[in-house]
C-alpha cells in the first residue's frame, strides 16, 4: 500500500472541501479517497490497483442524515452512510420492498455488510483477476490505452451484456440492481454544490473508456437514495445464482417487481446482476411484459429480450442460458407472492 | 475550528525537503451549507503534511485504553497482532475472504484486515482475548467451541467465535440455516462446519438466559 495522508472529518462539507483540493480527471483517479466501510477501498489500495494520496475518513457524519434510514412521501430515503446490514433488516425496507432487503442479505458476508456503507456499496469495484492483478499490464479500466487480457483469457465470470471491446469486466454489486430497477434517485454533494442524478444515469457503459465508471465528478460525494414507493412493489425479489450458496458474487441474479391486475401485469421492473458491466436495467423484458399474463410463454418470450443482444466470449457464454433461467424463475416466483 | 474536525495529531520531523512530502490545504469547519453553496470559492491556508509521519492513536481495546504511533497504513489486525501483542486475531487471506480476523467494533462484528487502525478510534474493539472474564471463566461461546469440537486445527476459531457472538447478538441465529448463512463469512479448511452450528445452537441458549438474569 502506498503512503496517504488520513484526514478525519465530522462533517461533509469538510470532507468535500478537502477532496475538491486534489482533482484527478474522474472520481476513480482524484487523488483523494472518500473511506466509508473501506471493503473495497482498502482491498484494491493493499493490492495497488488503487493508490489515492489522501484518505478522507466520513464515519464521522454517521449521526447525521447521511446515516439514516428515513420514510418520505412517496417512497423511502437510504442514507448513503446506512450500512447493508442495517437497511437488510430495516423492518420498512423489508415489508415494503423485499427485493432490496434481499440484494443486500444475499450480499457479502455478515462482517462485510456491518462494515459496508450503501453508498460505496454502488461505487464497489469490479472482481475482474486481470484489473485485480497490477502484473498484468493490459487492463483498459487500470491502465487506459493498454488493452484487455480478459478478452482473450479466463473469461468465466465476465459480462455478456453492455460490453466494448475494451473491457467485458462485470459489475460485480446487488444492490445496485434494485435500485436501477426502482428508478431511484441519487443525491449527491460536491465542491459545486448538490445535484440529483437518475441511477440509470450513475454508471457508464465501459466503450471507449472503461476507467471512468459513473459520472461522478472528482471529489463529488453520494448522499442518499430515494427510491420511489409503490404498493404493489411489496410483490418484488431479488434472485441470485452463483457457484456457492452463500458469500459469493452473482454469476446471474435478477431482480423482479410486478405489478399485476386482475392477473395481467400492468407494471414490470426487471433488473438483471452477475452478466453486464453496469448496473443493468432490462427494459425490453418489462416491454414484452407489459399487458400479457404470466405464464410459460411470457416470461420466456421476456427472457428471450432481456439477452437478445448478448455477446458471450470463451467461457462465458453459459451466462446468457443461466441468466435467462434465472429471470424466468425469478419472474414466476414473483408472480406467486401475494401482497 | 480551525483544523477539520479530529484531526490526529502526528509525530515525527517535518522535512521539508521530501519528495512525497506535498502541500495539504487545511480547511476551515463550516456550518452545514446549502446544497448550492460552493465550497471551493473559500479560501483554505496552505499546510504541509508528510504521509509517513506517523499517528498518535488511541485505541480502546477489550476495555483499556492503549496509545499507540502508527503508519497512517497500518490496519486494525496489524496494530492489533504486530503493535499491541495481541495475537488472538488471526490473518488469513488478508483481503476480507476468510473471516479469520473478525473482531467486535462497538459489538458489531467487523474485519479488522479491512478496518484502518486509525478509523477505529473512539470505537470499543473486543478480540478473542477480550471476552473471557476476569476470573478465567470462558464466553459461553468459547465453551461451547470446546464442548461441540467446533475445530481442528484452530486458526479460524477466534474469528469463528467473534462473529458467532455476533450472529447471536445480532439475533440471526434462529435455525441451522439461519446460523449457516449469517456464519458464511468465516471459512474453516478443516471443515468443522457441522460443530461450529452445534456450538452456535449451545452458546445462543447460555447467551439468552445470562442476558435474562
Given at each position: 500500500m502506498q503512503p496517504f495522508v488520513f484526514e478525519r472529518v465530522d462533517a461533509p462539507a469538510s470532507a468535500i472541501r478537502l477532496a475538491a483540493d486534489e482533482?484527478?480527471?474522474?472520481?476513480?483517479?482524484?487523488?483523494?479517497?472518500?473511506?466509508?466501510?473501506?471493503?473495497?477501498?482498502?482491498?484494491?489500495?493493499?493490492?495497488?490497483?488503487?493508490?489515492?494520496?489522501?484518505v478522507i475518513d466520513i464515519?464521522?457524519?454517521?449521526?447525521?442524515?447521511?446515516?439514516?434510514?428515513?420514510?418520505?412521501?412517496?417512497?423511502?430515503?437510504?442514507?448513503?452512510?446506512?450500512?447493508?446490514?442495517?437497511?437488510?433488516?430495516?423492518?420498512t425496507v423489508r415489508r415494503d420492498c423485499p427485493m432490496i432487503a434481499q440484494s443486500l442479505k444475499l450480499a457479502a458476508s455478515q462482517q462485510l455488510r456491518n462494515m459496508a456503507s450503501l453508498g460505496g456499496n454502488v461505487l464497489q469495484r469490479t472482481r475482474c483477476p486481470y484489473f485485480r492483478d497490477v502484473s498484468y499490464a493490459a487492463c483498459n479500466k487500470r491502465n487506459p490505452g493498454t488493452g484487455c487480457a480478459a478478452m482473450n483469457g479466463f473469461n468465466r465470470e465476465h459480462a455478456v451484456l453492455g460490453t466494448s471491446e475494451r473491457c467485458i469486466a462485470t459489475y460485480p454489486g446487488d444492490f445496485?440492481?434494485?435500485?436501477?430497477?426502482?428508478?431511484?434517485?441519487?443525491e449527491t454533494m460536491g465542491a459545486q454544490g448538490g445535484r440529483l442524478i437518475p441511477f440509470a444515469a450513475l454508471h457508464r457503459p465501459p466503450a471507449e473508456r472503461p476507467d471512468v465508471e459513473t459520472v461522478l465528478q472528482p471529489g463529488e460525494l453520494i448522499t442518499a437514495f430515494e427510491v420511489p414507493l409503490a404498493p404493489w412493489m411489496r410483490r418484488s425479489l431479488y434472485l441470485k445464482v452463483r457457484d456457492r450458496e452463500s458469500y459469493e458474487f452473482a454469476l446471474a441474479s435478477a431482480a423482479v417487481a410486478l405489478d399485476l391486475r386482475d392477473g395481467m401485469v400492468a407494471e414490470a421492473r426487471i433488473a438483471l446482476g452477475g452478466v453486464a458491466t453496469v448496473p443493468w436495467r432490462a427494459t425490453a423484458a418489462e416491454n414484452a411484459l407489459r399487458g400479457q399474463r404470466i405464464d410459460d410463454r411470457s416470461v420466456a418470450a421476456a427472457a428471450e429480450a432481456a439477452f437478445a443482444a448478448a455477446r458471450g466470449r470463451e467461457h462465458n457464454s453459459f451466462k446468457i442460458a443461466l441468466g435467462k433461467r434465472t429471470l424466468v424463475r425469478a419472474l414466476n416466483e414473483a408472480a406467486a407472492i401475494t401482497i | 475550528m480551525t483544523a477539520p474536525d479530529r484531526r490526529i495529531p502526528r509525530r515525527g520531523s517535518r522535512d521539508g525537503s521530501s519528495r512525497r512530502e506535498f502541500l495539504l490545504a487545511g480547511a476551515s469547519t463550516v456550518a452545514a451549507p446549502g446544497f448550492t453553496q460552493t465550497l471551493a470559492a473559500q479560501p483554505a491556508p496552505a499546510r504541509r503534511i508528510d504521509p509517513r509521519m506517523r499517528l498518535d492513536l488511541r485505541l480502546t481495546i477489550n476495555g483499556h485504553e492503549r496509545r499507540v504511533a502508527l503508519d497512517a497504513r497500518t490496519t486494525l489486525l496489524d496494530a492489533l497482532r504486530d503493535h499491541l501483542g495481541l495475537t488472538g486475531t488471526k490473518k488469513g487471506c488478508d483481503h476480507g475472504q476468510c473471516g479469520a480476523c473478525t473482531v467486535l467494533l462497538d459489538g458489531r462484528r467487523v474485519l479488522s484486515c479491512l478496518t484502518l487502525a486509525a478509523s477505529a478510534q473512539g470505537r470499543g474493539i473486543t478480540t478473542i482475548e477480550g471476552l473471557a472474564k476476569s476470573d478465567g471463566e470462558l464466553h459461553p461461546m468459547q465453551q461451547a467451541f470446546i464442548d461441540n469440537d467446533a475445530f481442528q486445527c484452530g486458526y479460524c476459531t477466534p474469528g469463528q467465535i467473534l462473529s458467532a457472538v455476533g450472529c447471536v447478538n445480532e439475533g440471526h441465529a434462529g435455525s441451522d440455516a439461519d446460523i449457516r448463512e449469517y456464519m458464511s463469512g468465516n471459512l474453516c479448511r478443516c471443515a468443522a462446519y457441522p460443530n461450529i452450528v452445534a456450538a452456535v445452537n449451545q452458546a445462543k441458549l447460555v447467551m439468552k438466559t445470562a442476558m435474562r438474569d
Open positions: 482533482r484527478g480527471g474522474s472520481a476513480l483517479a482524484n487523488p483523494a479517497q472518500y473511506l466509508a466501510g473501506g471493503t473495497t477501498l482498502l482491498d484494491v489500495m493493499k493490492l495497488e490497483v488503487m493508490r489515492p494520496h489522501r464515519n464521522g457524519f454517521d449521526d447525521t442524515a447521511i446515516g439514516q434510514v428515513m420514510a418520505t412521501r412517496d417512497g423511502i430515503r437510504l442514507g448513503a452512510l446506512v450500512r447493508m446490514a442495517e437497511a437488510a433488516d430495516n423492518p445496485a440492481q434494485a435500485m436501477i430497477a426502482l428508478d431511484a434517485i441519487v | -
